[in-house]
């Protein structure tokens, strides 16, 4: 063997074990992220009232996914569905989502890209309220809700997404400063050679913005769209303040109160708890594709 086979021959070895050390890491990582999934989906199918570290189901048995969309002792003696639960949490959190993504990304626009009086101060008191914990806000905006002039618009209503007024209604006015401020941001990145063209074309500041930045807001839009999916869907303390009948109780209230008795065991809370999340899951995975870096720069250069 020549030295320079040897060289070759060593340089191969060395960037063989620094890819077998690379992806070993990453799989002993992926192992560890993933490992409660993986004890939780085998908790759903041990039918054992005793925990353990192993994932492996010691007693099997199908009752808990049989009986998973089943909600016993939530409304009445037979329970309602889980399904049901699901749509009374969409209907809040499907229009405070679509408003509030539309309402932020407004708001972002006119702050990067037009010029008016105070524009500092609209900026400053974004990132005032975005440092202000949302639970300041919790008792005023409870008082305004229950107020003689707007409850009757929601209290006891049996129209679809009306009960729920009070925790998405606020969407269309961009409350989220968090999310107008990543709007804020990702336009910074997109050069303003970009309007120029469009304005030269004739176009619009409106049109600049759905035609020509839209496909490049695709990624911020998706994440932004995606971040207030999962707060709303996870929302427990707002339904919690505005219930009304027990029968509109989302998600996040049915589930903390299908504890163990003598219709629930292990098996059945993990296998609903699975069956909740399972959207949020699907969801994520589908709009996965979008979470990369913006296009601006390629869109220049042609």
């Known amino acids: 063997m020549t030295q320079a086979q040897a060289r070759i021959q060593k340089h191969r070895y060395k960037k063989t074990t620094i890819e077998v050390l690379k992806y070993s890491i990453i799989i002993i990582a992926a192992l560890v992220m993933l490992y409660p999934l993986l004890w939780i989906v085998g908790a759903s199918f041990d039918a054992s009232s005793t925990f353990s570290f192993g994932f492996i189901p010691r007693e099997f048995t199908l009752i808990g996914w049989k009986e998973s969309l089943t909600a016993p002792g939530w409304g009445s003696v037979q329970g309602y569905s889980l399904l049901r639960a699901l749509w009374n949490t969409l209907q809040f959190t499907i229009p405070e989502v679509l408003f509030g993504t539309f309402s932020c990304l407004i708001s972002a626009y006119v702050i990067t890209r037009m010029h008016f009086k105070g524009k500092k101060i609209v900026f400053a008191l974004v990132i005032g309220t975005l440092l202000m914990p949302s639970t300041i806000f919790r008792i005023p905006m409870y008082a305004f809700w229950t ?21 998405w209604a606020g969407s269309m006015f961009a409350i989220n400063s968090f999310s107008i401020f990543m709007f ?74 299908l504890g163990l008795d ?31 870096g913006n296009d601006a720069d390629s869109a220049i250069k042609g």
Do not use: C
Not at 151 to 158: D, H, K, N, Q, V
């Open 147 to 167: 107020s003689p002039g707007l409850a009757p618009l929601w209290e006891g209503s049996t129209a679809p997404f009306m009960p729920y007024l009070p925790l």
């Open 262 to 292: 003598s219709t629930n065991t292990y098996a059945h809370v993990y296998a609903r708890s699975i069956v909740s999340v399972s959207l949020l899951i699907i969801i994520f995975f589908s709009a996965q594709k979008y979470f990369v």
């Open 184 to 257: 804020i941001q990702f336009f910074r990145t997109i050069p303003r050679d970009l309007d120029e063209a469009a304005y030269m074309d004739g176009a619009n500041k409106f049109q600049v913005l759905f035609y020509v930045l839209m496909p490049i807001l695709k990624p911020i839009v998706m994440t932004v769209a995606l971040l207030m999916f999962i707060s709303a869907f996870n929302d427990y303390q707002g339904p919690l303040i505005y219930r009304g009948a027990v029968s509109t109780y989302p998600l996040s209230l049915v589930l903390p109160s």
